[in-house]
């Protein structure tokens, strides 16, 4: 199983990026879907979260700017993230919950991809 996330870039303060997360290889099912952003010298934490059925929680610092989703038939989660602010900048990292051929369900991580917000 791979993850591969793109849409990373620097932008400017009030502006706008797509993330995207790709699973490919022998996967059964998927579960839950996140992302997680980790800026320098602070612990990694949860940003937004999508269910199997499409329910989506988000941290309260990102509410009403970031919006997340999934393609099922692609196996592809996205974060529109919109009115970006400097204290959004961060590697933003895709984790997802899903079932491999051969195993159980366990997490996989992407490699993070840098989102810099200047002001």
């Known amino acids: 199983v791979q993850l591969v996330e793109s849409g990373g870039g620097l932008v400017q303060a009030g502006g706008s990026l797509r993330l995207s997360c790709a699973a490919s290889?022998?996967?059964?099912?998927?579960?839950?879907m996140d992302w997680h952003r980790q800026a320098p010298g602070k612990q990694r934490e949860l940003v937004a979260r999508i269910f199997s059925g499409g329910t989506t929680t988000y941290a309260d610092s990102v509410k009403g700017r970031f919006t997340i989703s999934r393609d099922n038939a692609k196996n592809t989660m996205y974060l529109q993230m919109n009115s970006l602010k400097p204290e959004d900048t961060a590697v933003y990292y895709c984790?997802?919950?899903?079932?491999?051929?051969?195993?159980?369900?366990?997490?996989?991580w992407g490699q993070g991809t840098q989102v810099t917000v200047s002001s």
């Open positions: 290889g022998s996967i059964l099912s998927i579960n839950t």
């Open positions: 984790n997802v919950n899903l079932r491999a051929r051969g195993s159980w369900y366990k997490d996989y």
